[in-house]
């Protein structure tokens, strides 16, 4: 089955920095990545997600990439604000329909 | 658009009560509801995908029998933790793939806002 990697596990930036969150997997035939935020006591949220046929997707502060050769995507977050700091969670899905597959989480801080 | 809801938002019982968690999808038919637990720190663990008029499949390691799943309409799922105990005290999260032309992106799930299960 599929199995997804996140790094780093925690990740400290200051106000207006970038932040890059990693995310690897396992089964070629997976073909949706969403991205989710995560705030305390709380379901996830999705922020941003990219299908297996394109490369990358942006909108506004956050960016998406996906190589697919290398069963790698990555989360970019600039400009980032207090307000940005959460949970977040990258996941892998194949067939449409079928459950999506966790990473283990990074926990964002962003200090003013 | 395509919001899911999950009743209760917690609930406390006591060790050896069961408990019922309703997941529903408000505007929106959900062939495949799934079932996730997430303890604290943690990430996001599959625990069952339920489909519409069919039995649950389980993940490995999660005893079918204790967590009782029905999903018997286009918009509602249960989940039943029966004879729980404190090791089963943990966040409880359910998504929904939408059914093909009713509502939602068809890519996307949507997850509930979760319920907080404290066993005592």
């Known amino acids: 089955g599929e199995n997804v990697e996140q790094h780093p596990s925690t990740l400290s930036v200051q106000e207006g920095d970038s932040a890059v969150i990693k995310c690897t997997y396992s089964d070629s035939a997976s073909n949706y990545f969403p991205w989710y935020k995560q705030e305390l006591g709380k379901g996830p949220q999705l922020i941003i997600d990219i299908r297996s046929n394109v490369g990358e997707k942006k909108d506004q502060r956050i960016a998406v990439t996906l190589n697919k050769t290398a069963k790698h995507f990555s989360l970019h977050i600039t400009e980032t604000q207090p307000e940005d700091s959460a949970v977040y969670f990258c996941a892998a899905r194949g067939v449409a329909g079928t459950a999506l597959i966790f990473g283990k989480g990074t926990t964002l801080s962003v200090s003013s | 658009g395509a919001v899911v809801s999950q009743h209760p938002s917690w609930v406390i019982c006591k060790s050896g009560t069961s408990v019922k968690i309703e997941c529903r999808s408000l505007?929106?038919?959900?062939?495949?509801m799934f079932w996730y637990r997430q303890f604290p720190k943690q990430s996001l663990m599959l625990m069952a995908t339920?489909?519409?008029?069919?039995?649950?499949?389980?993940e490995q390691g999660v005893e079918k029998d204790k967590f009782l799943i029905n999903h018997a309409s286009l918009t509602l799922s249960t989940l039943t933790v029966t004879s729980a105990h404190p090791e089963d005290s943990s966040f409880y999260i359910c998504?929904?793939?939408?059914?093909?032309?009713?509502?939602?992106?068809?890519?996307?799930?949507?997850f509930g806002p979760g319920t907080r299960l404290t066993v005592t």
């Open positions: 998504s929904a793939a939408p059914l093909a032309g009713g509502g939602g992106s068809s890519y996307e799930q949507y």
């Open positions: 339920s489909n519409e008029g069919s039995k649950a499949t389980y």
């Open positions: 505007d929106f038919q959900a062939t495949t």
